[in-house]
């Protein structure tokens, strides 16, 4: 079994570096490996999680295999609540949703640390995924209308057996820094 992950490197003099921005390693390698750069300055590579990354719009998937999606939002009009797109594999459903201005909020550009990505997956798609995270799951926990079968969309990345499925979007999102949230000093 493999995992999509990212290698960076970071030198002995703290420097950090993305060296790869999608490379499969077998589940069982070691999470980090030393090695000699060019001056003979030990290297440290770590291999962290895809999905984990933060994306900044660098990252491209257009030779990926595609497939459709049908996102449904019910705070739509009946004639605009269904929008079928093409999403490309690799890419995450907060991506796609973003790529096809899809009102899938995600404040805090996908890493996993807020719900406003949170979507509604048919059961069998539900079943077909990883378990999420514990931090996913702590950020379902603060997610408005979760359901047992609830993703964050940042979380869930496209898989060519993903080809036809439905994702909905809940009513509404919370958003606590924009929701009532009232700064205060320090």
């Known amino acids: 079994m ?9 030198s002995k003099a703290g420097q950090f ?6 490379l499969s390693l077998p589940l069982n390698n070691s999470a ?11 290297v440290d590579t770590f291999y962290v999680p895809k999905i984990a990354a933060r994306w900044h719009g660098g ?9 459709k999606l049908t996102f449904i939002d019910p ?3 009946e004639e605009e609540k269904t929008k079928s797109v093409i999403a490309y594999v690799g890419e995450t459903l907060l991506q796609v949703a973003h790529r096809h201005e ?12 807020c719900s406003t990505c949170h979507v509604i997956l048919n059961q069998g ?6 378990d999420p995270s514990e931090d996913e799951e702590d950020m379902l926990d603060m ?21 036809g499925e439905v994702i909905r979007l809940p009513a509404a999102t919370r958003n606590f820094y924009v929701d009532g949230h009232l700064p205060k000093p320090h």
């Open 102 to 113: 899809i009102d899938l909020e995600g404040a805090c550009e996908g890493v996993c640390a």
């Open 75 to 77: 705070k739509l009009p």
């Open 32 to 42: 980090a490996a030393t090695s000699k750069n060019s001056n003979n300055i030990g």
């Open 143 to 163: 997610a408005f209308g979760l359901t047992d079968t609830s993703r964050l969309g940042c979380q869930v990345e496209v898989t060519e057996s993903m080809d």
């Open 2 to 10: 493999f995992a999509r992950r990212c290698a960076f490197t970071v």
């Open 17 to 22: 570096k993305n060296v790869s921005n999608s």
């Open 125 to 130: 798609l539900y079943s077909a995924l990883p």
């Open 59 to 67: 990252v491209t998937f257009y030779n990926n295999p595609q497939i």
